[in-house]
């Protein structure tokens, strides 16, 4: 098989090989690190490399195949692990230098659990740094680019998962979402993405009770998505919201004929690219050649969301970080450094108030996904920023118009992406898939949001979808 056809495998592919003895895990591997080697100088997307120790575990893999052991769920599959992840033994920066040297005790839940199936961690990809922005760029680790496009962003703070999954250099990746770090970069890259519901998959002790954050899987197919949700998924003694019992996502998805599916092209406050636009009504008609009905509807936020979650945010990022700020503020980035000053000055009545926000907003999602069977929107309002892009910058405009908030300009970090709003209510499963590519060649994504913890229909969704409008055999030219 080709270099480049053993690349774009998926996951679920190479595990039938592999058991069919029509694949090893070793080929698998040295085609991957191959491609890693040849593509990772164009795009930037690893921070840390182990690839002779990667080969190592494939052989294992391989005799574990050939009869000498147990045969777990991700046997043999390569992965990339981001840099904000505990990786137990191995250096997790954040993206930052004020964690250079920073050796995790252990690892994140779902970091275990992928290495415990069997998935074999080649790498480490890139993050901005504390995983603050909707791009990967950082003083530690440089600028991640787009494989579609190496004029632009791949989005983050995932960025450089989406990246490796797009660009072949990977099987699998994981991601955070916190307000979009792993839907912005599937939707740039072109890539099956999913935020877990609230407590869905465990995060780690650092993170108690932070309902903005989830873990998930970004992948080049639904089915594995699936495949890795299943095995990070379920209760774990470090997470006290990890939710039992253990769902997970069937292997034969049902089609969704005769579904209703609702859509706000705008969620009643974005401005939406053209290009956006256009490629999203063509996604929609996929959704209606397999008997559904779509119809628009009135969602009616505004931007009290945005101030929701900026609020929400940067007060995270106060907490974590301000025994940091006095030593390492004029050596951190100059945004970080404003989103830390911003954070300090959010009062805990304020940050109280946003629970009234989530409220309004679920006052019209709960109706409408009471009458529908999930709601679709963009992904990002814009098909990707330019790798240049200075998030200070009040130029930013999407059809010409610029982006304010009561006439004051936006914060570009969050407001060309209709992820973070989904944070807010977070106990909505939301996946992002591919709807077409732009005039730059970048690709474009849509959302589908599920009723609360209703996992299941938004994989649903996304794989008959997938089976309408198939996805994969678009590939970056890199």
């Keep these: 098989m080709a270099l480049d056809e053993l690349c774009y495998m998926t996951a679920s592919e190479a595990l039938d090989a592999f058991k069919a003895k029509t694949l090893s895990p070793v080929e698998l591997m040295k085609s991957v690190v191959a491609r890693s080697e040849a593509v990772n100088p164009k795009v930037n997307a690893y921070t840390y490399t182990f690839y002779e120790r990667a080969l190592e575990q494939a052989k294992e893999a391989e005799r574990r195949y050939a009869g000498g052991g147990e045969i777990r769920p991700l046997e043999g599959v390569p992965v990339v692990i981001k ?44 993050t901005p740094e504390m995983a603050y922005a909707p791009y990967s760029r950082s003083d530690l680790w440089g600028v991640t680019r787009n494989p579609w496009n190496l004029d632009y962003i791949t989005g983050g703070s995932s960025g450089g998962a989406g990246a490796a999954v797009a660009a072949g250099m990977t099987t699998l990746a994981d991601g955070t979402d916190g307000g979009g770090s792993i839907r912005i970069p599937a939707g740039a890259c072109g890539l099956f993405g999913y935020k877990p519901p609230f407590g869905r998959n465990p995060t780690d002790a650092e993170h108690p009770r932070e309902s903005l954050l989830h873990y998930g899987p970004m992948t080049r197919s639904v089915t594995d998505g699936a495949l890795m949700q299943n095995v990070t998924v379920g209760p774990h003694p470090d997470d006290m919201c990890s939710l039992r019992p253990k769902l997970e996502i ?202 609360t913890y209703d996992d299941v229909s938004v994989f649903r969704a996304a794989a008959d979808y997938e089976r309408a409008r198939p996805w994969r055999q678009n590939r970056p030219n890199i």
Excluded at 307 to 312: E, G, L, N
Excluded at 418 to 441: D, I
């Design 83 to 126: 840099d904000f992840h505990a990786v137990e033994g191995e250096v997790t920066t954040f993206g930052s230098r004020m964690f250079a040297d920073h050796i995790p005790r252990k690892s994140a839940p779902t970091v275990a659990r992928l290495l415990d199936a069997g998935a074999i961690m080649h790498a480490r990809t890139t």
């Design 250 to 451: 069937p292997n034969t998805l049902e089609p969704i004929k005769s579904w209703k599916i609702a859509f706000s092209m705008d969620l009643g406050y974005f401005e939406i690219d053209e290009e956006v636009q256009k490629n999203t009504r063509e996604a929609l008609e996929g959704f209606r050649s397999l008997g559904c009905t779509v119809e628009e509807v009135d969602i009616g936020w505004d931007f009290g969301v945005l101030d929701a979650w900026t609020t929400i945010w940067e007060g995270l990022f106060w907490a974590t970080a301000q025994d940091l700020y006095p030593r390492w503020k004029y050596e951190m980035d100059g945004f970080v450094r404003q989103i830390l000053e911003r954070g300090s000055q959010h009062s805990l009545s304020r940050f109280y108030q946003t629970n009234a926000v989530r409220g309004r907003m679920y006052e019209t999602l709960g109706p409408i996904l009471d009458t529908y069977d999930v709601l679709v929107c963009p992904t990002n309002a814009l098909p990707a920023l330019p790798i240049d892009i200075d998030l200070n910058t009040t130029d930013l405009k999407i059809n010409g118009k610029p982006l304010t908030v009561s006439n004051l300009p936006a914060d570009i970090y969050v407001q060309w992406q209709l992820n973070y709003p989904f944070n807010l209510v977070p106990e909505c499963p939301v996946a992002s898939v591919p709807s077409g590519l732009a005039k730059n060649g970048v690709p474009t994504g849509i959302q589908i949001i599920g009723r």
